[in-house]
């Protein structure tokens, strides 16, 4: 099976602007969570989705959004970029959490930085 | 609560050797405790996990141990190499609610295995 992909793989924007990143999971899990991963904070929860439905989100502001395609497919959106925005964005696929595991299957990642 | 506390940060070791790395947790809903490998410019990948129901598991030169009444968890890598010079991440996930797709991450920790 192929494994998460993420696109793009690298992102240059200024502080202001608003970004779209995209996560296509492994075939048949239906579970995408999304995470920020940086040197200071380290890999924080940002949001999972469902079946086209947030169940779960970080303590992260509303400038950071997503959402998932009735494909599994997901995008998470940051608007108004800050320079601390700046991280590594990665996402993570699982089979549907009603299952007893929760092997989650990172892609990646996608490296933004913020100018 | 939802913190998850790693040590040490950095670990150096002789080729053969054996690799410990240490995590804490205080959440008692914590239910699912998996281990990450991630190398520079990769997504963390899953190398081996343990639920509360088991005191050790075991998979080829990687060994969870699992303390429940301590809240503590640990990998041992066994006959270390060099290949497994990497940052290693534990990590521990909850059931349902606003646990759904959520892993809570240790801070990592960066081990160098000498030739």
């Known amino acids: 099976k192929a494994g998460v992909t993420q696109t793009p793989r690298y992102l240059i924007k200024t502080r202001g602007q608003q970004v779209t990143l995209s996560c296509s999971p492994i075939?048949?899990?239906?579970?995408v969570s999304w995470y920020q991963q940086t040197p200071g904070q380290g890999l924080q929860f940002l949001f999972e989705?469902?079946?086209?439905?947030?169940?779960n989100k970080g303590n992260f502001p509303g400038r950071f959004s997503g959402r998932q395609f009735s494909n599994s497919r997901s995008e998470m959106n940051v608007s108004t970029l800050e320079l601390g925005d700046s991280a590594l964005y990665l996402c993570?696929?699982?089979?549907?959490?009603?299952?007893?595991?929760?092997?989650?299957?990172f892609g990646p990642g996608t490296r933004l930085t913020v100018t | 609560q939802q913190q998850v506390k790693q040590s040490p940060q950095s670990l150096i070791v002789q080729k053969g050797g054996i690799s410990i790395i240490n995590c804490a947790y205080e959440?008692?809903?914590?239910?699912?405790f998996p281990w990450y490998q991630q190398f520079p410019g990769k997504g963390p990948a899953l190398l081996i996990a343990?639920?509360?129901?088991?005191s050790e598991k075991k998979e080829g030169r990687f060994t969870i141990s699992f303390n429940k009444s301590a809240k503590q968890f640990s990998l041992h890598i066994m006959d270390s190499q060099p290949g497994d010079s990497a940052t290693y991440f534990c990590?521990?996930?909850?059931?349902?609610?606003?646990?759904?797709?959520?892993?809570?991450f240790g801070q990592g920790t960066i081990l160098t295995v000498h030739p």
């Open positions: 993570a696929s699982s089979l549907a959490p009603a299952h007893s595991s929760y092997e989650q299957y």
């Open positions: 075939s048949g899990h239906r579970s």
């Open positions: 989705y469902f079946s086209e439905t947030q169940r």
């Open positions: 959440n008692t809903a914590f239910d699912y």
């Open positions: 343990i639920r509360p129901d088991v």
């Open positions: 990590a521990a996930g909850g059931a349902g609610g606003t646990s759904y797709g959520k892993l809570t």
